[in-house]
């Protein structure tokens, strides 16, 4: 729980993460959820805005490397590098979306880059679910790992 | 400029459009410009957080589709279905995207296609630019043109 507080406090610094009213809702070390109530994210058409999905779905992803990154003592920036997203259906819900590392990375392997290097890349998969459980859009990115302030 | 005005209109329906301030800034036929100040989208970093980026992209992409429609006297609905996204460096400036069809589209054969099918794609290519002029971030992202209230 320490952990998400301290990833909310984190959203509380930024302006548009707080108009979107996204908060960390679950993590059980592997898996970041997030949230964030329709009324604060419509576009004109009552369901959720695509960038406030994709905004979400990046925060998940970049709050999952910062948690892991934590959970181990390293004290380094993330950014997101590139992302591929898509939209599956229109969501008429509140935004909930998880994120966790891409099946194929190895995070002692990112973790021994980033010591030996400064500098590391790790992939993340995001979906964003209703409330049935029904994917409504996902995201794979790359987020970056950098030592320092760059 | 009854475009982006119509355009501002429909902004000013969706809460984290306004929360971010995004607004059209310019729109000569073929390209449209959106602009929003850094103060209302700033991330732990001081600098742009990664969902208004994309935000302001998608948005922007979105909004080339809405004119290019209204451009024709067509009225259908647009949703972004898929986009690739690549942050090249962070933006300590205010965020401005600018949005055309994709080099290998043709408007006539979009609109020839919802015309006989009531639903139509077609690719739009975005940049963001700090005020010197580097590229800080791209989109290619794909809408879908469809009929009616679906």
Redesign the interface.
Known sequence: MTDMTALDA?FA?????V??QIRASHFDGERLQLEAPL???????GCA????L???M??AG?GRVVLGLEAVGIKA?V?????????LA?LFEDLRASASLAAEEDWGVVLNRFRERGRSRVMVDVAMADASGRIVATMSARYAILNGHE
Chains 1, 2 share one sequence.
């Open positions: 984190l610094t930024m302006p548009p993460v108009a979107m009324s604060a994210n419509l576009n004109d058409k805005f695509g960038g406030s994709v905004s979400v990046t925060l970049w920036e950014y997101v590098a590139d992302s591929q997203v898509r939209y229109p």
